[in-house]
Nanobody, 124 residues
């Protein structure tokens, strides 16, 4: 299984970015997909996720109303649309996968596959 995330960059506060994560080596439609992030000196934390075949989205309170996860099963791709970015959103963002997914937020130990991170830097 490979998860390849891209789309990070450096932006100003208030700007938007869209991250993409392309999956291979798995039956994508059977997997829940999520995003985590890790800021310098902090632990990796859950951002948002969606289960397989489910439109329900789970998101951390810190990003609700600003970040949106979506998936395109035909392209084996999950997206993270990030709007109204804040300096506190600066982190390395990681794509995550788990067979069938979970209801609710994900713990680090519940992720079965990780992608390499992509850096997002938001300046004030």
């Amino acid at each position: 299984v490979q998860l390849q995330a891209f789309g990070g960059g450096s932006v100003q506060a208030g700007d938007s970015l869209r991250l993409s994560c392309v999956a291979s080596g798995l039956t994508f439609s059977n997997y829940g997909m999520g995003w985590f992030r890790q800021a310098p000196g902090n632990e990796r934390e859950f951002v948002t996720a969606t289960r397989y075949g489910d439109t329900k989205i789970y998101a951390a309170d810190s990003v609700k109303g600003r970040f949106t996860i979506s998936r395109d099963d035909a392209k084996s791709t999950v997206y993270l649309q990030m709007n109204s970015l804040k300096p506190a959103d600066t982190a390395v963002y990681y794509c995550a996968a788990r067979l069938w997914g979970l209801s609710g937020t994900w713990l680090l130990t519940q992720v079965t596959n990780w992608g390499k991170g992509t850096q997002v830097t938001v300046s004030s």
